[in-house]
């Protein structure tokens, strides 16, 4: 079963962009990049098939859904990823939607 705080993550980073789109605008990945970040300081295990799983249900092609779960278990793995634009939204989505779980 998926983590909650996962599903929701991924569902709020979902509407936030256009999944057929991807990760293409630098805006989009750093927001993907950032939130995957904020998660993995917070103990949220980024689990690649996870993640690929949840991004498929909410509508992102194949091809995006596996270069956001890559990039998850990238972040996950301890692994250098290249923030182009280092924005807030990824900080501040975590901390919400684990507010909400934890009331």
């Known amino acids: 079963?998926?983590?909650?705080?996962?599903?929701?993550?991924?569902?709020?980073?979902?509407?936030?962009?256009?999944?057929?789109?991807?990760?293409?605008?630098?805006?989009?990945?750093?927001?993907?990049?950032c939130l995957f970040k904020a998660l993995h300081k917070k103990g949220i295990t980024l689990n690649e098939d996870e993640v690929l799983t949840l991004a498929i249900e909410n509508n992102w092609p194949e091809k995006h859904?596996?270069?956001?779960?890559?990039i998850a278990q990238r972040i996950n793995d301890g692994r250098p990823v290249k923030i182009v634009r280092p924005i807030s939204w990824g900080e501040t989505t975590a901390d919400k939607i684990i507010q909400s779980h934890r009331g």
């Open 1 to 33: 079963m998926p983590n909650p705080i996962l599903c929701d993550c991924i569902k709020a980073l979902s509407s936030s962009l256009t999944p057929a789109n991807g990760l293409t605008h630098p805006v989009d990945d750093s927001k993907a990049k």
């Open 65 to 70: 859904a596996k270069k956001l779960a890559d």
